[in-house]
């Protein structure tokens, strides 16, 4: 297995030592801090390769970290572990950045496990490197550079966001299931009830109609889930 660091952030000293055990255990290197401001330095020293992310933290909280390394440009996983399950919070923290989000008290096994199929999928990412961008109706995605582009311009995805578009955009008009959606973003089985392929579509849907506004690019099919059509009409969802 290569080698990976994880940045462990969060201020309850017995679950930071938990979480760096079992992580140490599984065969990774792990950093804590027990706030937010220390947590934003470390990553930007140290560029770990994934973070366990608490919400609630003294100087600068888990929604302005995710904010702050996504606005530095970075793709690194951030998991999201707090005992807020509202399924707001949980929508806001994947809308700003985050590419899971766990609510506590969570399994010291799920969570080395989610860990282990983020780090895998964005191994597989780098190994595709080399794939070309996909033109479309005025719309490049480009894997090398993570984002999507008209006319020159980003239009703003976050890791995660730009990962769902691909993958329907790889399908090539082929409709997929929200399972097999996540199971490709995630690297994971979806769990009975989650949401997270639907908001990221939502969130996709937004900035690809702000930036090409009569063309809904990934469209709705009813009974299956999702499919990438770039002569699609404005989709309601």
């Given amino acids: 297995m290569p080698s990976y660091t994880i940045l462990i952030v ?27 401001g220390t947590g934003l330095r470390l990553f930007r020293r140290e560029r770990p390769d994934l973070v366990v992310l608490d919400l609630m933290l003294p100087q600068l909280d888990g929604w302005r970290f995710t904010e702050q390394v ?18 707001h919070d949980r929508v806001h923290g994947l809308g700003i950045g985050a590419d899971d989000y766990l609510a506590k008290p969570f399994s010291m096994k799920e969570l080395v496990a989610r860990v282990s199929a983020h780090l895998r999928r964005r191994e597989r990412e780098r190994g595709r490197v080399g794939e070309g961008p996909i033109e479309a109706a005025g719309l490049v995605i480009d894997p090398e550079k993570v984002q999507a582009y008209v006319g020159g311009e980003s239009i703003g995805l976050t890791p995660r966001e730009f990962h769902v ?10 409709p997929l299931a929200r399972n097999k959606i996540y199971r490709e973003a995630w690297g994971y089985e979806m769990m009975a009830g989650d949401r997270s392929v639907d908001v990221f579509v939502r969130k996709v849907r937004q900035k690809l109609r702000a930036a090409i506004p009569d063309t809904a690019f990934v469209v709705t099919h009813f009974g299956v889930g999702y499919r990438f059509d770039p002569g699609g009409t404005e989709d309601p969802g």
């Fill in 10 to 36: 969060e201020d309850d000293a017995a679950i930071a030592d938990s979480v760096a055990y079992h992580l140490g255990r599984a065969g990774y290197r792990t950093l804590i801090a027990a706030d937010g």
């Fill in 70 to 87: 996504r606005a530095d440009g970075s793709d690194v996983p951030v998991i999201l572990c707090s005992a807020r399950t509202s399924e």
């Fill in 165 to 174: 578009l691909l993958i329907l955009a790889r399908a090539r008009g082929k």
